[in-house]
């Protein structure tokens, strides 16, 4: 489905007439195209009082080939960028209306506030550097999770960094993005791939976003950037067409082997997906009783590393209206069934050890819909069982984490009517609704192996909307 109110804001007219009605001009994002550079251009770098980040970050980024500048509140960065061999310099400020030396992003690393006292080199350095940050760049800041700090006023400090992160993203417009990532104390050399990823156009809808890295106990798996998930084999329920069909894609695309999943009347367009992808196509009625079993035996002579929960229904009315059977069928495919077929997966062995379990949650789940009571307690659901399996996991090295869309266009939001439509499109810092490939490349994040540190968590695909937490 597309927008055509976007198009025609961005088209040479309509941008002119925008302009002078004073109409809201979304920006088209950009996103991530093999045939295009994933990371180009300059980062500009701050950091707060002792930072603990720096380090990490330099080699992060000599590795992706941008270009890091230091902003006067990041004194140790150009002797730490130049023993990384990346190319650095000072920052200095783009004039207004200047197209040249506009910066793709802007990292601060906040790991060593430990005082809200401490907030001043914050301010600076984003008073600074925001008006010199180009249209779909990207503003990621580092702290520490508030519980792993030492005192309370450095725990207040590192909570504080989320409202600012999330103002920050709701200022910026012009598609940019802001995001908080929480490093615990020794996870530093686990941040490359989530860097990656909110740096890359692959993040394009993904913003107000606070995610938490831990420590891990085991090693990494020896893995190719450019195919990180060759060798690994991905189950993705629902993957016949729409967001599920995407997820299949990025991920064969990203090395992967899948194995898609969807109901037996849904076969032929499972199989013409499957066979774009060179994968398998399994029609199973995943709330069938007898599925998880055999699924488990599909799977067991190779096993799977990967599983991708995106298989789900929609029967909308108001709780006084709906039947029990309406009520039953969305709990059961959306929720009950993932508990299921893990179970079966997890107990025959199936999912490999160091595996990845992703769910696919929704806004519903977080802020509640009017109509959509049994969805919103199935995408809940999908929250809670992210969050309390995780701790369940850790031993096997398996994640579980969730992705919960927002307004995506698909075939489904097609049918919700105009006005409901433009509204869940504009209430967003983007002003816009996000694509299939937005919540794919997000799922093809969390099931990176270099996010062994990410499990427990729930990733909003939604353009920061102004709806729910």
Not at 291 to 320: M, R, S, W, Y
Not at 389 to 413: C, D, K, S, W, Y
């Amino acid at each position: 489905m597309t927008d055509a109110y976007l198009n025609f804001v961005n088209s040479p007219f309509g941008a002119r007439l925008a302009s002078s009605l004073g109409l809201p001009k979304p920006e088209v994002l950009r996103r991530y195209r093999a045939d295009q550079p994933e990371f180009e251009g300059l980062i500009a770098v701050g950091a707060g009082p002792q930072p603990r980040m720096l380090e990490a970050l330099a080699g992060m980024i000599a590795r992706t080939g941008m270009t890091g500048v230091a902003h006067e509140s990041a004194g140790l960065w150009i002797p730490l960028a130049q023993r990384h061999g990346v190319m650095t310099g000072r920052f200095e400020p783009v004039a207004s209306g200047s197209s040249q030396g506009r910066m793709s992003a802007l990292l601060f690393d906040a790991s060593g506030i430990e005082d809200v006292t401490q907030f001043d080199t914050l301010y600076a350095f984003f008073h600074d550097a925001l008006r010199s940050l180009d249209k779909c760049g990207r503003m990621v800041v580092f702290g520490r999770p508030p519980e792993a700090c030492a005192t309370t006023r450095q725990w207040t400090a590192q909570r504080a960094l989320e409202g600012f992160t999330r103002s920050l993203g709701k200022e910026a417009r012009r598609g940019i993005t802001s995001n908080l990532i929480h490093v615990a104390p020794g996870a530093e050399a686990l941040t490359e791939a989530t860097l990656r990823f909110f740096l890359s156009p692959r993040s394009a809808y993904v913003s107000g976003q606070v995610v938490r890295i831990d420590a891990v106990t085991h090693a990494l798996p020896v893995f190719d950037w450019k195919q990180p998930l060759a060798g690994r084999r991905a189950l993705v329920t629902g993957a016949a067409r729409g967001i599920g069909a995407s997820i299949a894609g990025v991920l064969a695309a990203e090395g992967a082997r899948v194995i898609g999943v969807d109901i037996p009347s849904a076969k032929e367009a499972l199989d013409q997906t499957m066979r774009a992808l060179n994968g398998t196509a399994l029609a199973f009625d995943i709330a069938a009783p007898e599925t998880p079993a055999q699924l488990a035996a599909a799977l067991d002579e190779n096993g799977v590393d990967i599983v991708v929960h995106n298989a789900g229904v929609t029967k909308d009315k108001t709780l006084a209206k709906m039947t029990e059977a309406a009520w039953r069928s969305v709990i059961d495919i959306n929720l009950a069934a993932q508990e299921r077929i893990d179970d079966a997966l997890l107990e025959a062995g199936t999912l490999r050890h160091g595996g990845r379990i992703i769910g696919v949650s929704s806004i519903s789940g977080i802020a509640g819909n009017a109509g959509q009571s049994n969805y919103a307690t199935s995408k809940a659901g999908v929250i809670g069982r992210v969050q309390s399996m995780a701790p369940h996991l850790r031993e096997r090295h398996i994640t579980i984490n969730a992705v919960a869309p927002g307004f995506i266009e698909t075939q489904m939001t097609a049918k919700i009517p105009f006005a409901i439509r433009e509204a869940g499109r504009r209430m967003n810092s983007m002003s816009q609704g996000g694509q299939p490939v937005d919540v794919a490349q997000t799922i093809a994040w969390l099931a990176h192996p270099g996010s062994a540190g990410i499990t427990g968590q729930v990733v909003r695909v939604c353009g920061q909307s102004l709806i729910g937490a």
